[in-house]
């Protein structure tokens, strides 16, 4: 399900990264028996694709403060590909407006040399913020305790997630149980930013060790990989405490 909102402005024309592209790319990775690379590279971005994906994080960044209490009740309804609508009390046609998506695109918008047109799927707003969720919760890495489990499998609906969502659940809590420092760091930086770059060359070696692949080299957009991390960041502040606690027990 996705929500169209159109947007014009004085300037050019900047439109985001494609949804289904990223999605051909996540479903070539993820194909059963295909063979994937022991290094990592980013897939290539333009400059527009990094301006955009800037603008949809102070997007987010305005939805989550416009809508704190529905911003968590959401997560918490939800994984990085579904929504529950009907545990989360939101009837799903209106969940844009009632989140202020296109007020926040205006503001975000008002006074910018470009003319937007932004496709964001439910899924995607919903990692968005995740990642701001988090980052408003955790000044630093959020702590990981020695005997914490890899997965967190007290997630919400984590007996029912398809094999796709568990297998993109799974790298990212490897990444975050493994290196949870560098995976903030990563968060923290900017996105289309030099600093994201950097940030992200340091926590590829960690991704590469979680997806567990033998060919010489695979690319994923960094934007995909800034949403898994952002989904495992916020389910081990979320989550976390409770998991480690039901290790021990």
Request: glycine share 6%; hydrophobic share 40%; aromatic share 6%.
């Amino acid at each position: 399900m996705k929500h169209l909102i159109t947007l014009a402005a004085a300037g050019a024309a900047l439109a985001t990264g494609s949804p289904a592209q990223a999605q051909d790319e996540v479903d070539r990775f993820l194909e059963p028996g295909l063979q994937t690379g022991t290094r990592f590279k980013r897939a290539p971005e333009s400059a527009d694709q990094s301006e955009a994906r800037g603008l949809q994080k102070r997007v987010a960044k305005c939805v989550y403060f416009r809508n704190k209490d529905a911003s968590r009740e959401l997560l918490a309804h939800s994984d990085m590909d579904r929504i529950d609508f009907a545990a989360f009390g939101q009837e799903s046609a209106t969940l844009f407006e009632d989140l202020d998506v296109a007020e926040c695109i205006g503001t975000v918008m008002r006074g910018s040399q470009y003319r937007m047109y932004m496709r964001i799927p439910y899924s995607t707003l919903r990692n968005l913020l995740a990642e701001e969720v988090y980052l408003q919760d955790n000044k630093a890495a959020v702590v990981v305790p020695a005997d914490a489990p890899r997965d967190l499998e007290n997630r919400y609906g984590y007996q029912g997630l398809n094999p796709r969502t568990a297998a993109l659940t799974q790298v990212g809590d490897c990444v975050t149980h493994s290196s949870v420092n560098s995976a903030h760091a990563f968060l923290e930086s900017r996105p289309g930013s030099s600093d994201e770059e950097a940030k992200f060359d340091a926590l590829a070696p960690t991704v590469v060790a979680c997806l567990d692949i033998d060919e010489e080299e695979v690319a994923l957009p960094i934007s995909m990989i800034r949403q898994i991390t952002a989904d495992a960041l916020w389910a081990r502040s979320h989550y976390g405490a409770a998991a480690a606690q039901g290790a021990t027990d």
